[in-house]
């Protein structure tokens, strides 16, 4: 059974910092992993979404790696800005043809 | 302009009662999903439908049928609510599969009483 796992759970800093969220799953056998940004009361807005095949997606200040081998990704997130405060949640597409989400990263980037 | 739209935003109603979410995306897509976020924000798939016919069924509880009149409409009706159904409920679409960026609907935030 896939199990998806971010850490850390929530994470405060402040503005102008380079920082790193990971995401790690138990199965390697995806078809892709996606990260999501949710704002409070609000839906999901996809950010990037990585192949299998590919180790890794760029935009803009936002750089996520896949590692399916060992299970991993990491969102990188550069010159941070208190509008990238959210809660960012990683979901992989296994097989079975559904999104499996982490229990995200809550982000507060102050300023 | 709206890619995916839900009704209601807000939903507070008694146990017992019998509502129903409306989904419609003007995207094009052929997928549809209805997702569930509970209140330690934990988002789980409840149904997924591709071109009306239903693909996934997430051991869901039978009180909810989800409805696809068409391809751009999934809807959620759930008979008999239950306060445990309390949560957020969120509609996504997809071109074809999950294997494509999904879309997501603002969420209905749904209130058992």
């Known amino acids: 059974k896939q199990e998806v796992t971010q850490i850390p759970a929530a994470l405060s800093v402040p503005e102008g910092e380079n920082l790193v969220l990971n995401c790690s799953f138990t199965?390697?056998?995806?078809?892709?992993l996606q990260w999501f940004r949710q704002d409070p009361g609000k839906g999901l807005t996809s950010l990037l979404l990585i192949q299998s095949s590919q180790r890794e997606q760029t935009s803009g200040r936002l750089n996520a790696s896949l590692d399916k081998s060992s299970g991993r990704s990491t969102l990188y997130i550069a010159a941070s800005q208190p509008g990238d405060s959210a809660t960012y949640l990683c979901?992989?597409?296994?097989?079975?043809?559904?999104?499996?989400f982490g229990t995200g990263t809550r982000l507060q980037v102050f300023p | 302009d709206t890619a995916v739209s839900q009704t209601p935003k807000y939903l507070v109603t008694q146990m017992g009662n019998d509502k129903s979410i409306k989904c419609e995306q003007n995207l094009g897509h052929d997928t549809m999903y209805w997702y569930k976020q509970d209140s330690k924000k934990f988002l789980k798939i409840m149904f997924s439908y591709n071109n009306k016919e239903l693909i996934i069924n997430e051991t869901v509880p039978n009180r909810f049928s989800p409805k696809s009149p068409d391809k751009a409409h999934l809807n959620l009706h759930i008979n008999s609510l239950e306060l445990g159904d309390s949560a957020v409920y969120f509609c996504a679409s997809s071109q074809e599969t999950v294997q494509e960026t999904q879309y997501f609907g603002p969420g209905t935030r749904l209130l058992v009483l």
């Open positions: 199965d390697s056998a995806i078809y892709n």
């Open positions: 979901a992989v597409s296994p097989p079975t043809d559904k999104l499996i």
